[in-house]
């Protein structure tokens, strides 16, 4: 059985604040975006957060596409 390679604790550390960099923004600014789209339609209230919950669902897909890149660029191990 290989041994497993030891952990950049530089790389886990970028990459983390990466994640909490980029998620807050893509799901904020995605769920400011249902929360527009709601508003300028003047859509019933339930209507407004199921767009709402839509785009934010939309934003965690982003991120994780995003993050399983940064992960594939900036390797934890080894």
């Not at 904020?28 to 919950?53: C, H, K, N, T, V």
């Amino acid at each position: 059985m290989a041994t497993p390679k030891p952990i950049n604790w530089l790389h886990l550390s970028t990459i983390v604040a990466v994640a909490i960099l980029v998620g807050t923004e893509m799901v904020g600014a995605s769920w400011a975006a249902g929360w527009a789209i709601g508003g300028l339609l003047q859509l019933d209230p339930s209507i407004s957060r199921l767009i709402e919950i839509g785009f934010t669902l939309c934003g965690f897909v982003i991120l994780y596409f995003f993050m399983r890149i940064a992960i594939r660029h900036e390797p934890i191990r080894g």
